[in-house]
């Protein structure tokens, strides 16, 4: 039987493997870049200012196969996605086959 974990791990993978995962492209910061498909997770977050007025932001999240990068990704890198650049601010592993990025947007 399957964890929770293991079955969001396939779900992922299988959404990064799918015609419906999003095409991107993915610039280390050591140069070149690399054709990815990916599948994001955007989700807002409310937090207060130090005025403590309300604000919202948004989180993107990006998973893509590790055996869609040459090397591990790092803080810095940048993946454009729909034609939107973003950096990557923390980098973690989803499971044994999947990188989970978490994405700043580029202004």
Same mark, same amino acid.
């Given at each position: 039987?399957?964890?929770?974990?293991?079955?969001?791990?396939?779900?992922?993978?299988?959404?990064? /493997?799918?015609?419906?995962?999003?095409?991107?492209?993915? #610039? +280390?910061?050591? $140069?070149?870049?690399?054709? !990815?498909?990916? =599948?994001?997770?955007?989700?807002?977050?409310?937090?207060?200012?130090?005025?403590?007025?309300?604000?919202?932001?948004?989180?993107?999240? /990006?998973?893509?196969?590790?055996?869609?990068?040459?090397? #591990? +990704?790092?803080? $810095?890198?940048?993946?454009? !996605?729909?034609? =939107?650049?973003?950096?990557?601010?923390?980098?973690?592993?989803?499971?044994?086959?999947?990188?989970?990025?978490?994405?700043?947007?580029? /202004?």
């Amino acid at each position: 039987m399957l964890g929770a974990a293991d079955l969001e791990n396939r779900m992922v993978l299988a959404a990064m /493997a799918s015609p419906l995962g999003q095409p991107a492209t993915y #610039a +280390p910061l050591a $140069g070149g870049s690399t054709a !990815v498909r990916v =599948a994001l997770n955007r989700r807002a977050i409310e937090t207060l200012t130090e005025a403590g007025t309300p604000a919202r932001t948004e989180e993107i999240e /990006a998973f893509i196969s590790t055996s869609a990068l040459a090397s #591990a +990704p790092v803080r $810095g890198d940048a993946i454009t !996605v729909d034609g =939107a650049t973003h950096t990557v601010i923390d980098v973690g592993r989803d499971g044994q086959r999947a990188y989970r990025l978490v994405l700043q947007r580029r /202004a």
